[in-house]
């Protein structure tokens, strides 16, 4: 059941106070944590109503913070770096090769590899800091809602994204941040496309099925980007199994 998953107990994730060395105070944290979340949020504002100038500041700026989390979060630089390995890949597949999502000027913006990593890394934050009650609701509430959704027709494509996050909740090793990612994300995916920097299609490619704008369980490709990034940390860069681990 999703709720099994969700409270488990699991790996603690490292806090940015660990991360970035000894003395560093909490307020330091929280300022980041800010500063990561009014990124992401303004970032989206300036690429869609900055002009031609818009999206080449946003990506100077987010790949700038993204350089400066790799630099002073040293037990999570690993992970971090596999994260932006695969999201660039995964990008190039599902928006430029299948053709899942578009993004407003029909290209791959540059600050979308360093915002998946900006991401990632605020959900490692407040994984341990949302309420424990909010997280484990989080999969009914998907359930309630893709299958509303599903059978008015209206998106054939979450269903299939629910159950990768509901086997990433039962078999990964952190519920906690499948859950937080989830939840980041979809409000994620609703100010963008909300303003305009992306657009999903109405029909899956290939299949035909209807698809919302966004789809309800799109936070499922993130929770994978997690599990991913673990793996790949821990087998293709070959460090310790503990430096990697949420």
Do not use: K
């Not at 099994?4 to 105070?25: D, K, L, M, N, Y």
């Not at 990561?36 to 100077?60: E, H, K, N």
């Not at 209206?154 to 906690?176: E, I, K, M, S």
Request: hydrophobic fraction near 50%; aromatic fraction near 10%.
């Amino acid at each position: 059941m999703p709720t099994r998953s969700a409270e488990r107990p699991e790996i603690a994730t490292p806090s940015f106070g660990a991360a970035v060395g000894q003395g560093v105070a909490g307020r330091d944290r929280t300022s980041a944590i800010l500063l990561v979340g009014l990124t992401i949020a303004l970032g989206l504002v300036a690429d869609r109503f900055g002009g031609p100038w818009g999206q080449p500041l946003v990506s100077v700026w987010a790949w700038g913070l993204c350089g400066g989390l790799l630099y002073r979060d040293a037990p999570l630089r690993s992970r971090l770096v596999a994260c932006l390995a695969i999201a660039t890949a995964g990008e190039v597949v599902l928006s430029l090769v299948w053709g899942l999502y578009d993004y407003r000027l029909g290209n791959l913006p540059l600050f979308v590899p360093p915002g998946h990593v900006l991401l990632y890394w605020l959900g490692l934050q407040l994984a341990e800091r949302l309420p424990r009650r909010l997280l484990a609701l989080t999969p009914w509430l998907a359930l309630a809602g893709v299958s509303a959704l599903a059978v008015t027709r209206l998106d054939w494509l979450g269903p299939p994204l629910l159950l990768l996050f509901l086997v990433c909740l039962r078999l990964g090793p952190a519920p906690r941040l499948y859950s937080t990612m989830f939840l980041l994300s979809l409000a994620m995916e609703l100010w963008g496309t909300w303003l305009g920097n992306w657009t999903w299609r109405s029909s899956l490619p290939g299949l035909g099925w209807p698809v919302c704008n966004p789809p309800l369980a799109a936070g499922a490709f993130y929770c994978v980007l997690d599990v991913l990034s673990e793996v790949l940390c821990r087998r293709r860069l070959g460090v310790r199994p503990e430096g990697c681990r949420v």
